[in-house]
């Protein structure tokens, strides 16, 4: 099976623009999870989409939104962005609740 | 590489040596438990989960320990390898998909 895969792995924004990133889980997974990680504060989850419904949510700004797709593919928004947004953000997919959780390789956000 | 914090405590080892990556979970009423590598550039990979029902569990050269009473989580790892080095982390949830991540630790393998 091929593994969780996140597009795009590199992006350059400036502050005040919005980003979308994307997310496509192993096949027949339904969970989508997503989180940010940076050096600073290490891995903070972000939000969980289960049957395309937010499930979890984090404790982050409301710039910061998501969706799942009937076919579990998910997208995260990043509205408004600052410089502090500028991180490592995972996608992780998992086959049922609370099991393993399986990352993508993250997309790279920088904002100048 | 994307998951060091500047600061992460190191843990060196040498080769074929065991290891014992020690963590300290923040919530008594976390019911599962999970243990990640992280390699420069990569995403975290999973290694070994264990729920709260019990205390240990074997995979393939790693063992994971669960102390409810101090809330405190080992990964043992058996005869490590050059390829180990990577940061690990524990992740702890409670009835969720929500991992909450510990800081990591950097593990070091020397020849």
């Known amino acids: 099976k091929a593994g969780v895969t996140q597009t795009p792995r590199y992006l350059i924004k400036t502050r005040g623009q919005q980003v979308t990133l994307s997310c496509s889980p192993i096949s027949g997974h339904r969970s989508v999870s997503w989180y940010q990680q940076t050096p600073g504060q290490g891995l903070q989850f972000l939000f969980e989409y289960f049957s395309e419904t937010q499930r979890n949510k984090g404790n982050f700004p409301g710039r910061f939104s998501g969706r799942q797709f009937s076919n579990s593919r998910s997208e995260m928004n990043v509205s408004t962005l600052e410089l502090g947004d500028s991180a490592l953000y995972l996608c992780?997919?998992?086959?049922?609740?609370?099991?393993?959780?399986?990352f993508g390789p993250g997309t790279r956000l920088t904002v100048t | 590489g994307e998951s060091v914090g500047l600061h992460l405590p190191t843990l060196s080892v040498q080769e074929g040596d065991n290891s014992i990556i020690n963590c300290a979970y923040s919530?008594?009423?976390?019911?599962?438990f999970i243990w990640y590598k992280q390699e420069s550039g990569k995403g975290p990979q999973f290694i070994i989960d264990?729920?709260?029902?019990?205390d240990k569990r074997q995979g393939q050269r790693v063992t994971v320990l669960l102390n409810k009473t101090v809330k405190h989580l080992s990964l043992q790892i058996a005869a490590t390898q050059p390829g180990d080095s990577a940061v690990y982390f524990c992740?702890?949830?409670?009835?969720?998909?929500?991992?909450?991540f510990g800081t990591g630790t950097r593990l070091q393998v020397f020849p």
């Open positions: 992780a997919s998992s086959p049922q609740r609370q099991g393993e959780q399986y």
């Open positions: 992740a702890e949830s409670i009835g969720t998909d929500k991992l909450i």
């Open positions: 919530n008594s009423a976390s019911d599962y």
């Open positions: 264990i729920r709260s029902n019990m």
